[in-house]
């Protein structure tokens, strides 16, 4: 499988782990121009939340939670924003940033949710 494939089964993973904790979904994949893409944006009850997924194999390069790094989380703010601005249906009095990550086989994942990874 290829990286684009192994992310794309980790997003989706990642969103039925979501839907399962009662999340509701309202976006994914979304790509704001040359910034780049928020993964999931999903409801939590009246909270809306932007989710970037990672997923490693092994920790032989580091945890998933460590590939995101202060740019990344720098980038994702401003992907935000650019939701927030060109979704103007999508209300919210409060908003945070999660991290799913997932580790292991496709198999046999292992799954983190960091609530509130980062402001």
Same mark, same amino acid.
């Given at each position: ?13 990642? /969103?039925?782990?979501?839907? %399962? ?6 976006? @994914? ?5 040359? *910034? ?28 998933? /939670?460590?590939?995101?790094? %202060? ?6 703010? @401003? ?5 927030? *601005? ?34």
């Amino acid at each position: 499988m290829d990286a684009r494939s192994t992310g794309y089964s980790a997003e989706r993973l990642a /969103e039925c782990y979501l839907i %399962e904790q009662g999340y509701h979904i309202v976006a @994914r994949n979304f790509h704001f121009g040359r *910034y780049g893409e928020i993964d999931l944006v999903a409801y939590d009850g009246t909270v809306l939340v932007f989710v970037e997924v990672k997923y490693r194999r092994s920790t032989q390069y580091g945890t998933p /939670e460590e590939a995101v790094t %202060e740019r990344k989380r720098a980038q994702l703010r @401003r992907i935000a924003e650019g939701f927030l *601005y060109t979704q103007p249906h999508v209300h919210a009095s409060e908003y945070r940033f999660d991290v799913i990550a997932i580790e292991g086989t496709v198999g046999k994942p292992v799954i983190r949710h960091w609530k509130d990874a980062f402001w």
